[in-house]
């Protein structure tokens, strides 16, 4: 199972994301689920990069591990970019989930 922990400050603000596993919903190249995942969450931080000009902290592992943190330096309106990015993910991810929960799980 995919798991996704989207962590936020007190005022309800992404500051990271993580997920770690894979869905075993079909063989290796064929699992639409990890597939669909990866696009949305990879979409989402190379669109904060190439839109936003920001480099989040990024660390990617073995079982399909990736955690994101947004810096927390940003001038507001950056910030409110990237936050607008990354709630579009976590919509995607939500989409993904409400269709497929035996093989994905999001929690905030």
Same mark, same amino acid.
């Given at each position: 199972?995919?798991? *996704?922990?989207?962590?936020? @400050?007190?005022?309800?603000?992404?500051?990271?994301? =993580?997920?770690?596993?894979? $869905?075993?919903? $079909?063989?290796?190249?064929?699992?639409?689920?990890?597939?669909? *995942?990866?696009?949305?969450?990879? #979409?989402?931080? &190379?669109?904060?990069?190439?839109?936003?000009?920001? %480099? !989040?902290?990024? /660390?990617?592992?073995? @079982? #399909?591990?990736?955690?994101?943190? *947004? !810096?927390?330096?940003?001038? /507001?309106? =950056?910030? /409110?970019?990237?936050?607008?990015?990354?709630?579009?993910?976590?919509?995607?991810? /939500? %989409?993904?989930?409400?269709? +497929?929960? &035996? +093989?994905? %799980?999001?929690?905030?």
């Amino acid at each position: 199972m995919i798991k *996704v922990t989207i962590k936020r @400050d007190d005022h309800k603000l992404i500051q990271s994301f =993580t997920i770690t596993g894979h $869905a075993n919903f $079909a063989k290796k190249g064929a699992d639409i689920v990890c597939a669909g *995942v990866s696009a949305v969450s990879f #979409g989402a931080v &190379n669109a904060v990069m190439s839109l936003c000009h920001v %480099t !989040p902290d990024i /660390e990617q592992g073995a @079982d #399909g591990f990736l955690k994101c943190s *947004v !810096p927390s330096n940003l001038d /507001e309106s =950056t910030h /409110e970019k990237v936050q607008l990015l990354l709630e579009g993910m976590v919509v995607s991810l /939500e %989409t993904i989930e409400r269709d +497929y929960g &035996n +093989y994905i %799980t999001i929690s905030k």
